[in-house]
């Protein structure tokens, strides 16, 4: 039988703040940490205190990631994070017990990291995913070491004590969700209905939104304000488009028609050539992306609306949201609320009847597993 043994390298501290001390980490660079997790989530300014108070004395959280159906683009964006940065993250705040993409095991010795990961910290690990779980042909699409995606999930989740569920697959289904989903790919929440569930949507989603939760639940050992669909308020609580530094050209009446024309050229509004901005929940426009750099919009591509549900069903992404309007003498006026109005009508309806067709021919796979199980 094989032997596993402990890191023979010293134990690691078990409090945040004895980490800290250790590592010779500055009391500045601590407090810029606390305010900027304080800005992120969007607290007052006076928040930033008692998140410095409280990070030091916080334990250091397992957190186990699971990889399903995806594309590894969600852990590739992790990997950029700026604020903390990745080894700051995994060796400073959180401890990755176990992550599919990273793990620098493999085989048995990757399973029993797993395994020991959910034994000592049972109830209290928290358990990220990545990708959308398939059911079809009783799970046989998603496996590893013989077990189903399916297996794995609800196995790994039975003891933690809360689910993040990052980027779109896991959220809600993503591209292997979208029609005609031959695996039967279902999001987190399909599956899991006894844990909380936080969303991380998007394709992939800001790698500070992502550490700026696990900062928050860190410091404050509690869920973020959550939307109704389960995303933190703080990143997914106001559109792109009310955010977009594009949005004056907008009330101006002043559109791009093409993705070069004079009008793109000069920064105008991407509407007319499909941006969903007005329909899309996400802070693309003010946190961006590669440590603020930029975003798609700021590089002359419309939004694509990939942190809501059923993106890619919904489609026509270069089609305006209010097709046949016409902006040309519009200006802050009814005229442009209520087109914005009817295209984020537009969008609604189509994610809606979207997702009505994939509850109806995928409720009776559902069904199927209860019974079995």
Request: charged share 20%.
């Amino acid at each position: 039988m094989t032997q596993y043994f402990k890191n023979p390298f010293e134990e690691k501290p078990k409090r945040l703040g004895e980490l800290f001390r250790k590592r010779k980490i500055s009391r500045r660079a601590f407090l810029k940490y606390a305010a900027w997790t304080a800005s992120v989530m969007a607290l007052p300014p006076t928040m930033a205190a008692t998140i410095a108070k409280n990070l030091p004395n916080a334990r250091r959280q397992s957190v186990i990631w699971l990889s399903f159906q995806e594309c590894t683009g969600c852990s590739e964006s992790f990997t950029r994070t700026m604020k903390p940065s990745l080894e700051s993250l995994i060796f400073d705040y959180v401890s990755m017990d176990f992550w599919h993409m990273l793990h620098n095991s493999s085989g048995e010795a990757a399973e029993h990291a797993l395994e020991q990961a959910m034994e000592e910290n049972k109830g209290k690990y928290i358990v990220i995913v990545e990708g959308s779980i398939p059911l079809g042909a009783d799970g046989a699409y998603g496996m590893e070491a013989g077990r189903s995606n399916i297996d794995i999930l609800e196995t790994t989740v039975k003891n933690a004590s809360l689910v993040i569920a990052v980027g779109s697959c896991s959220a809600f289904g993503g591209i292997p969700y979208a029609d005609p989903n031959p695996t039967g790919a279902v999001p987190v929440s399909e599956l899991v209905k006894d844990k909380p569930i936080i969303n991380l949507p998007g394709c992939p989603p800001i790698a500070e939104v992502m550490t700026g939760t696990l900062s928050y639940i860190l410091a404050f050992n509690k869920l973020p304000e959550l939307d109704h669909l389960n995303r933190p308020k703080s990143f997914y609580g106001e559109s792109i488009h009310d955010r977009c530094y594009r949005r004056p050209f907008y009330d101006q009446g002043l559109f791009a028609k093409s993705v070069d024309d004079e009008g793109a050229r000069k920064g105008w509004c991407l509407y007319d050539v499909g941006c969903k901005g007005p329909t899309t929940y996400n802070s693309c426009a003010t946190m961006k992306w590669n440590g603020g750099v930029s975003f798609p919009i700021q590089s002359g591509h419309g939004c694509l609306g990939c942190s809501e549900p059923d993106f890619w069903d919904a489609g026509s992404f270069y089609k305006p949201l209010g097709a046949g309007k016409d902006f040309g003498l519009n200006s802050i006026g009814v005229k442009v609320i209520g087109a914005t109005a009817a295209g984020a009508a537009v969008g609604a309806v189509a994610a809606l009847n979207a997702r009505k067709v994939k509850e109806t021919n995928y409720t009776s796979a559902l069904e199927k597993k209860k019974e079995e199980g």
